[in-house]
């Protein structure tokens, strides 16, 4: 298995983009990538791509043909693979592609994450995410996506005595970031009153614990490492790609507190880096509902299992703490096209290795790591990277 | 022609949980309650909500039947729901109920429907069956979900239950020693196809319609089986409020203490095809070995079954706690706005 | 659910019955059914035999919905649970017949039959199972208004 490098980054604006269509999303951020990148398309291998419904959301199937059509790719007939597993669709795409390039199959590989959410009313989208749960035994009964994640925090707060205000803080926090962010959806500092007293959704969140509907698209670009100094001088490797399974129904899994996936996922991208928990600078963790950042830094090993309120609290996961976390603003703040967010959240971790991420730059970022997490955790994905 | 130790095996009961009492409806309506509540003798009523329908109370009145006997559901060999809220004008009831309990394949079913008599028919068709040897037992439910117009009298007592009877001949705890029926064409009451809400003759759905019918069964009744209304310990009519079985109760000989028991409009409104089943298990609730019970439905359109029933001494090991009382089904409530009445009654329309 | 009458057909057992499945091997129990035990996996091809659960559990966790999905508009604000019966599995389903606020994590709750969803107004009709308090034929504390 040879080393990987990511070349280019390319990210659209994330939000409700009522001028762009799925085909412009995706196609903005490869031509972004690719001009990043400094390569040209010819030089194109294969293309990943990761989408949760383009076909509920735009009537759309065959995405990978679509995309590589979209991007002007289509002359070339390269390999175009469309990957699914919900909210981590652009984090599986990522490790499909890495696979592609570590094994020597492919070279140069771009991958997209893209979904444009808002082509259908509010209440359909809330009806098309939920199909990321269990359709026959939760959603039949009329459970919803923020449901599932409100059973978690209720429960959360059973056993480790997590506080509402703790939940609330991780939006007070990321929505703080989101405002050095160009590219988030809200620019709009809140408060933990705010997130207490807005609309209540599925108790105990309420609409400011949760993620928004957006419309985005992210890319990279692939290269073997040995290749990448012919593109770019501030060379950023993927050292670590984990990715792991649970029960698809939140009853099924053996602790309603513990994403399995996400421990079985970061256990195996530590492994392969050979690094600890301790040894990552930053990361971009998967903050579709503000529990789920609580649940992230704890299944990811940042801290103790039961711990993670308090470490919100404390201040730890700000920009100035010793684990920043979703420096980019987060799910929350920065948005949550759900096939690009996997993608965007590895862009976020290069840009801030780089030294690229301007004003919210997390100082000497050496080793990133990017958390996507599917559904209600029955599917993760997570990339270690370090500048090379 | 006596029916040999034909009756009733188990039975069970359910009463959805949400009320409205009269004083709500009236003030909706700018009607004075007091007057409502003396003239019809009713307080308040049951409301079945959203996910609840005749199908939802017949298996649950049906698992309580179960509950308090040993029998294999797969012997029950017929179910037959009377109702004039079927979820389904053509799709059966039954078989709903039948997959729910686990009685089929090997069943006969079918649905009913003869207004608030739906269920007492369903139990002779089963009383038939067993004396046939065709069936080991038969599963009768009636069960409504009763529709009114808004603003209408009937507002105040279309309510919401239903009780279930497992009939055969092994373990009974009641002998249905006779029955029969009084039945004309007499257009009282009715509700038209596609139609969501009944009409009525208003007035005339007393003395020819509802009081004619279960007085003619009733004395039809007494003089085939050699009865008189003292030789009963209870007596159970059909209950459109709590005035008119008192009328035809004294009407016929009855005493007050005799339809006490099995009177239950005044507290939950009339249950349509449940209210003389429901009376029925009220009764059953507290019946001891030797008690007779009378019984006389009626349904508009119209008709009236009566029953001679006789408890017998298995009553007295019958495990009737294993499933909710009436009493205590009539207990556990929860009041309702007439707003939160409308949503549930569909009265408020939305896509 | 749009015309799925036969995918949900196939399930009645289990929505109207909570049948589900025991392996004959570790003797654990399953619902919804299960062809293998993920614990004996191929040492448990063939030794599933289907069982009836009772119905009975207690409240793992708890949320109530104020946002339903479209076709449970008019049901809001309802309770879904994570309820572990007492034979192991867990379900997700409603609480309903509970004052909101008195739902509780690790209450005693019991199976009831109910409507779950429709097709529209012409479409079939989806029954199954919610859970109900237990207490509540039991003392009759659970009184008051609902919305």
């Known amino acids: ?388 | 022609m006596p029916m040999d130790k034909v009756g009733i095996v188990s039975y069970g009961a359910f009463i959805p949980r949400h009320r409205i009492k009269v004083e709500e409806i009236a003030s909706t309506w700018g009607k004075r309650a007091e007057e409502i509540k003396r003239g019809l003798a009713v307080y308040e009523k049951s409301v079945p909500s959203l996910d609840e329908d005749v199908a939802t109370i017949s298996v649950e009145a049906a698992r309580a039947a179960l509950a308090r006997c040993d029998i294999d559901p797969r012997d029950i060999g017929a179910i037959y729901v009377g109702s004039e809220s079927h979820p389904y004008a053509v799709k059966p009831t039954g078989t709903i109920v039948g997959e729910a309990i686990g009685a089929t394949p090997n069943l006969m079913a079918a649905d009913y429907e003869f207004a608030c008599k739906a269920g007492t028919a369903a139990i002779q068709n089963c009383i038939a069956l067993i004396k046939a040897d065709m069936i080991k037992y038969g599963l009768a439910i009636g069960a409504d979900t009763a529709q009114s117009a808004p603003g209408d009298a009937l507002e105040y007592t279309a309510a919401a239950g239903g009780a279930a009877f497992i009939i055969g001949k092994d373990k009974v705890i009641a002998t249905i020693n006779d029955t029969c029926s009084f039945t004309t064409d007499t257009p009282d009451f009715w509700r038209r196809e596609a139609r969501k809400y009944p009409r009525h003759g208003g007035r005339f759905t007393g003395n020819p319609a509802y009081f004619r019918h279960i007085m003619g069964a009733a004395r039809m009744l007494m003089e085939k089986v050699g009865t008189e209304p003292g030789d009963y310990d209870y007596a159970v009519f059909h209950q459109p409020n709590g005035k008119f079985p008192v009328v035809v109760a004294r009407r016929l000989g009855f005493k007050d203490e005799q339809i006490k028991e099995g009177l239950l409009t005044p507290y939950i409104g009339n249950t349509y095809s449940g209210s003389s089943p429901l009376g029925l298990a009220a009764v059953l609730d507290v019946a001891k070995p030797g008690d007779r019970i009378f019984l006389a439905s009626y349904g508009s359109g119209a008709g009236s079954d009566a029953f001679d029933i006789t408890v017998t001494d298995e009553m007295e090991s019958f495990p009737r706690e294993k499933a909710p009382s009436v009493r205590q089904l009539i207990e556990r409530k929860s009041y309702v706005s007439y707003a939160v009445y409308a949503k549930y009654r569909d009265l408020l329309y939305w896509e | ?147």
């Open chain 1, 1 to 388: 298995m040879r080393e990987v490098a990511i070349i280019g980054v390319g990210l659209t604006k994330f939000g409700e983009l009522w001028d762009k269509s799925f085909r412009n999303l995706i196609t903005e951020a490869g031509s972004k990538a690719i001009l990043d990148a400094g390569i040209s398309g010819s030089e194109i291998d294969a293309l990943y791509v990761g989408s949760m419904s383009a076909g509920r959301f735009v009537g759309q199937e065959h995405v990978g043909a679509l995309v590589a059509d979209s991007s002007g790719l289509s002359s070339m007939h390269i390999p175009a693979t469309r990957v699914e597993s919900a909210c981590a669709s652009g984090g599986m795409a990522l490790r499909q592609a890495y696979i592609a390039v570590a094994s020597g199959m492919h070279d140069i590989v771009v991958v997209g994450g893209v979904e444009k959410m808002t082509d259908v009313v509010g209440g359909e989208a809330t009806n098309i995410l939920a199909m990321a749960a269990d359709q026959e035994w939760e959603a039949f009964f009329g459970v919803t996506f923020p449901a599932l994640y409100a059973m978690i925090a209720r429960r959360h707060m059973h056993e480790y005595g997590t506080t509402r205000e703790q939940l609330a803080q991780v939006a007070v926090k990321n929505h703080e970031n989101g405002l050095l962010n160009p590219e988030a959806q809200f620019h709009r500092k809140i408060t933990i009153e705010d997130v207490i007293n807005a609309p209540m959704v599925a108790d105990p969140l309420t609409l400011l614990d949760c993620s928004p509907i957006s419309d985005g698209a992210a890319a990279l670009i692939l290269c073997p490492l040995d290749r990448a100094k012919d593109y770019t001088d501030k060379i950023v490797k993927i050292i670590g790609a984990g990715q792991a399974s649970d029960s698809l129904a939140l009853h099924g899994r053996e602790d309603i507190c513990t994403f399995r996936a996400t421990v079985n996922a970061a256990r195996m991208a530590y492994e392969q880096a050979g690094i600890k928990p301790t040894d990552i600078d930053v990361a971009e963790v998967h903050d579709c509902f503000t529990i789920a950042e609580i649940l992230a830094i704890e299944d990811l090993g940042f801290v103790k299992k039961g711990e993670g309120g308090k470490a919100v609290e404390e201040g730890r996961t700000a920009r100035d703490g010793d684990i920043p976390i979703n420096p980019s603003g987060g799910l929350k703040a920065k948005g949550h096209p759900v096939g690009a967010t996997g993608v965007a959240q590895v862009a976020e971790i290069v840009l801030q290795l780089r030294g690229e991420a301007g004003e919210r730059q997390i100082k000497d970022a050496r080793i990133g790591l990017a958390h996507n997490i599917g559904g209600s955790g029955a599917s993760c994905t997570v990339h270690i990277m370090e500048v090379a």
């Open chain 3, 1 to 147: 659910m749009g015309n799925a009458v036969p995918r949900f057909w196939r399930e009645i057992p289990q929505r109207y019955s909570l049948v589900g499945t025991k392996c004959k091997v570790c003797n654990r129990v399953f619902f919804p059914q299960r062809e293998v035990c993920p614990y004996c996996r191929r040492k448990s091809i063939g030794k599933m035999e289907e069982i009836k659960l009772k119905g009975e559990g207690k409240v793992l966790t708890y949320t109530i919905i104020y946002t339903p999905p479209s076709n449970f508009e008019g049901q809001a604000p309802y309770a879904v649970a994570i309820v572990e019966l007492d034979e192991g599995p867990r379900v997700t389903s409603q609480i309903v017949d509970c004052d909101l606020d008195r739902i509780k994590i690790g209450m005693r709750v019991k199976a009831t039959f109910r409507r779950i969803q429709e097709d529209g107004d012409t479409g079939a009709i989806y029954y199954g199972y919610k859970f109900r308090p237990v207490e509540d034929f039991e003392g009759n504390e659970n009184k008051g208004k609902t919305g």
